[in-house]
C-alpha cells in the first residue's frame, strides 16, 4: 500500500509540474505577499521623493544604492537591513536595489521619467531558496514608483544617462568594503566610471565621516574635535585625490579660517557635492511627520512594554542575557522585526560600562542593572532606558543616584523646547548632577563631572537609534532621546559605599511647539513605581506557576546512547 502511493504521488507531483494551469501560473505571477498591513503607505515615500527632487538643484541626478549584505561567518550572512535613506524613499526592503531621482527627467526605454527603481529581476530559485522578490514587472503598482527596471541593466542606463552633459550626479558616501563581485560592488563600480570623477570617495566609514565633516566644519569647537580625530584614520582611506589632499591641508591648517580659506580655493563645488544629497535626507529625515510618529509611537510602546516585563522578572541569581530574552521576547511578541541596536542589560561593575552588550553575568542582589534597549518597528527604532536594583528595592546609597539622575532627566526634559539651543537638555542636566555629586562628597566641583558622566544627554531618534539631525536649535517634530546617566568606577578617591553605581534613565521626547512631549512615559520610572512592579512575578520567573522552560545543566535532554 505505501509503494502504490507514493508511486501515485510521485506520478501527481510530476503532472502537476509539468503542467500548471494558467490559474496557477496567474496566482503565482500577482501574488506579492506582504503580511504587515501597517507599513508606511506608498503615498508617504512618494511625497519624500517628491521632497528630494524639489529641493536637489536642476540638472541633478540623484543615485541612492541599498545597504550591503554583510558576511557572518563562512556561507551565512547578517540579518540584511535596508539602508534608512533608500526605504525612506521607496518602502523596499530588498539589497542590490538602486534609485535614482531626476528632477529634470531622464529617458529610459523611451519613457521621459522622474525616476527610476532598479530592483533584482524575479527569479524562481531565489524564490524557492531565499523567498518572493518584487520583481521590476510589480514594482511601479506595489512601491508606486514611476518606473522599474531590473538591476541587471544598472550599468547600461546609467551609463546612457552619464553621456547628458547638462546633467551632474548627486550621490551619498558610496557603501564601504563591498564586495567588487556582488551586484552592488559592481552597481557602484558603473556608477564610478559613469559619473567619473566621483567626488569624495572614501574606503571606509570612519573615513566618510570626516570627510563630511571637514567638508561641512563650521565652527572652532568642531574643527578641534575632528583634528584630534583626524590623524586615527589611516590616509588610504581617503580614497579619492581631492580627499587625500583635503585630509593633509586641514591637519596642517593653524586654525578653523585657514581651513576654510584652503576649502574656498581648494575644493571646486563640483567636488563638494558628496554632501549634498546627504544634507537634504539630514534636513528631511529629522523632521518626522504623523506616519512616522505613529511608528515611532509604537516602537517606544513595545519597548515599555518590555521594560515593564524586565523589572517583573528581574531576581538575584538570574543572567544578564536571561533579562534580554524577557525583554526581546516582548519586542517579538509584538511583531517588532529586531532590536533596533544590541540590547544592552548591565548589571553591577558592568552598569558603569555604557555600551555592555556581553550580558552574560550572573546578576547578584546588591547590583543595579542598567537595561538600555529599543525596539524596531517597521524602519523606526526606540530607545530607552530604565536602571533598577536586582534586589527589588534601592539601597540608600542607590536611591541616592537614581533620585539624581531622574531629577537631572526632568530638568534635561523640561528643556526640550522649540527654537532652544541643541544642548540645552544637557546643559541643564550636567548643572543639576553637578551639584548634586558635590552635595553627596561624590566630587569636588564641575571640573570632575564628565568622570562620571562621560557622555552627552541627547541624540535624536528615528529609523536609525542615533538618527541623522543638524544640530541646530530643536525644532517640532523632531525626536530626541534625553538620557543623562552617572556611573561611579570603584576608586580610592571615591568612598567605597558608591562604588559600581551606574543609573542611567532614558525617555523619547518630541518637540512640539506646546513643549516637550515624552513618548515613553508608559515606562515606570519613579522609585516608588518600578519597587511596586520589581515585587510582581514576570514572564522571566520559573515559579510563575508555569512549566519551567529551563534546560538543566549537565542533563541531557536527549536519550541515552551510548550503545
Ligand atoms: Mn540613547
Known sequence: MRAISSVAFVAALFIAAALPSAAQEAATENALVRYDTDL???????????????MLPSGAVAVVFSAPTRNRDNDVH????????????????????????????????GDVVDEVLFLPPRDPSHEVWEGRLIGPDRAVETLGVAKAVSNERFAEVISEIAENDSIRFYHQQLPSDVDPGSVLG????????????????????????????MMGVSDSGMFLRLRGWLPRIPSEDFVSPVLSEARKAFLAAADLEEWLE?????????????????????????????????????????TAAAQIEAMRSIEPG????????????????????????????????NATILHYTTNRRRMQ?????????????????????????????????????????????????????AGAPYQAPHEAASGVITAGLVDLGVMTGP???????????????????????????????????????????????????????????????????????????AAPRTVKEIEALMSEQGLGNDNRGVVSMAVPVGASILPNSTD
Open 78 to 109: 547578517f540579518e540584511y537591513r535596508q539602508s534608512s535613506d533608500l526605504y525612506y524613499l521607496t518602502g523596499s526592503t530588498e539589497a542590490a536595489t538602486v534609485l535614482v531621482l531626476a528632477p529634470g527627467g531622464v529617458e529610459v526605454d
Open 318 to 349: 538570574m543572567h544578564e542575557y536571561e533579562v534580554e530574552a524577557v525583554i526581546e521576547y516582548v519586542f517579538r511578541k509584538n511583531g517588532s522585526e529586531y532590536p533596533g541596536f544590541p540590547s544592552i542589560v548591565a548589571s553591577g561593575e
Open 365 to 417: 542582589a546588591e547590583d543595579m542593572v542598567v537595561m538600555d534597549i529599543g525596539a524596531e518597528y517597521h524602519g523606526y527604532s526606540a530607545d530607552v532606558t530604565r536602571t533598577v536594583p536586582v534586589s527589588g528595592s534601592f539601597s540608600e546609597e542607590q536611591r541616592a543616584i537614581y533620585e539624581l539622575v531622574l531629577e537631572a532627566q526632568q530638568a534635561g526634559i523640561e528643556a526640550t523646547q
Open 40 to 54: 508606511l503607505p506608498t503615498e508617504f515615500h512618494e511625497n519624500r521623493r517628491d521632497a528630494v527632487r524639489e
Open 447 to 521: 571640573e570632575e563631572l564628565r568622570r562620571f558622566f562621560m557622555h552627552g544627554t541627547s541624540h535624536y531618534l528615528g529609523m536609525s537609534v542615533h538618527d541623522v539631525g543638524d544640530r541646530g536649535n530643536l525644532q517640532p517634530g523632531t525626536v530626541i532621546t534625553v538620557e543623562p546617566g552617572i556611573y561611579i568606577r570603584p576608586s580610592p578617591d571615591v568612598d567605597e559605599r558608591w562604588w559600581n553605581i551606574g543609573v542611567r534613565i532614558e525617555d523619547d521626547v518630541l518637540v512640539t511647539e506646546a513643549g516637550p512631549k515624552v513618548m515613553s512615559d
Open 262 to 302: 584652503w576649502r574656498e580655493e581648494n575644493i571646486d563645488e563640483e567636488y563638494s557635492d558628496g554632501g549634498t544629497l546627504d544634507g537634504i535626507l539630514v534636513e528631511l529625515r529629522m523632521i518626522k511627520t504623523p506616519d512616522e510618529l505613529a511608528l515611532m509611537q509604537r516602537a517606544i510602546d513595545i
Open 186 to 213: 559592481r552597481q557602484i563600480a558603473a556608477f564610478v566610471s559613469a559619473a567619473d570623477p566621483v567626488p569624495m570617495e572614501t574606503g571606509s566609514w570612519m573615513a566618510s565621516r570626516a570627510a563630511r565633516g
